[in-house]
């Protein structure tokens, strides 16, 4: 079945650091892809999000771009903040899916000032 | 508009009792969702409804465990009798109806923290 699978963390890095958090994919068909995020307390928001193969999801700083060839989704950032700290997750749908969400493990990113 | 409403969002109970957990969507929205985060598990999810119509229970852990919508503005999750092991985060998420390009979004809650002792 459709699956995705992220780097485990934790993840701590200093204030203006780079980011990047891999996610590879397993799916039949052509899956939409995204990014959500959790702040402590709080449940999940979407991040970001790429519908089809090349496309470039972004939102506050932060970047994916859907690799079909290597069947990826890695989450960028360029300078990192004390506020970005969260957990990160990794989903997709469509595919195998039928529609719903099918979610990675999570990546708790720590950012020290 | 509010978002996606749970209630309550800390609930403390002893073993055997039961448990009601409460969702309200995002009005307008078709589809809603019941997942379950803990640290060993990560996040599941227990069970779907399409237009109050339950879709999928296969993540329903047992018997245990019952969902209802009886309308389009509210669900529950009920529990009965609670475990320890079911200590855990119970999120409720809503979107729109399959098939409209909002689709894909899923709205979450803020979650119920429920510890069972």
């Known amino acids: 079945g459709d699956s995705v699978t992220q780097m485990e963390g934790p993840v701590t890095l200093s204030e203006e650091a780079f980011l990047t958090i891999n996610c590879t994919y397993t799916?039949?068909?052509?899956?939409?892809l995204f990014w959500y995020v959790q702040y402590p307390g709080e449940g999940l928001q979407l991040l970001l999000k790429?519908?089809?193969?090349?496309d470039k999801g972004s939102n506050k700083g932060f970047e994916a771009t859907y690799r079909k060839e290597t069947t990826s989704f890695h989450l960028e950032k360029g300078s990192v903040q004390v506020s970005d700290s969260a957990v990160y997750f990794c989903?997709?749908?469509?595919?195998?899916?039928?529609?719903?969400?099918?979610f990675g493990k999570g990546t708790k990113l720590s950012v020290k000032p | 508009d509010a978002g996606v409403i749970q209630s309550p969002r800390h609930e403390v109970t002893e073993m055997g009792q039961e448990v009601t957990l409460r969702c309200k969507p995002i009005?307008?929205?078709?589809?809603l969702f019941w997942y379950r985060q803990t640290m060993m598990r990560g996040l599941e999810l227990l069970i779907y409804?399409?237009?109050?119509?339950?879709?999928?229970d296969s993540g329903m852990p047992e018997d245990r465990f019952s969902a209802k919508m009886p309308n389009a503005s509210f669900s529950t999750l009920k529990i009965q009798p609670s475990e320890p092991r079911d200590s855990a985060v119970y999120f409720c998420?809503?979107?729109?109806?399959?098939?409209?390009?909002?689709?894909?979004?899923?709205?979450f809650g803020p979650g119920t923290r429920l510890t069972v002792l």
């Open positions: 998420a809503s979107r729109l109806g399959p098939g409209t390009s909002g689709a894909h979004e899923q709205f």
């Open positions: 799916a039949t068909g052509y899956p939409s």
């Open positions: 790429a519908t089809k193969a090349d």
């Open positions: 989903a997709l749908t469509g595919g195998g899916s039928q529609g719903n969400l099918i």
């Open positions: 009005s307008g929205h078709n589809s």
């Open positions: 409804f399409n237009n109050n119509v339950p879709i999928d």
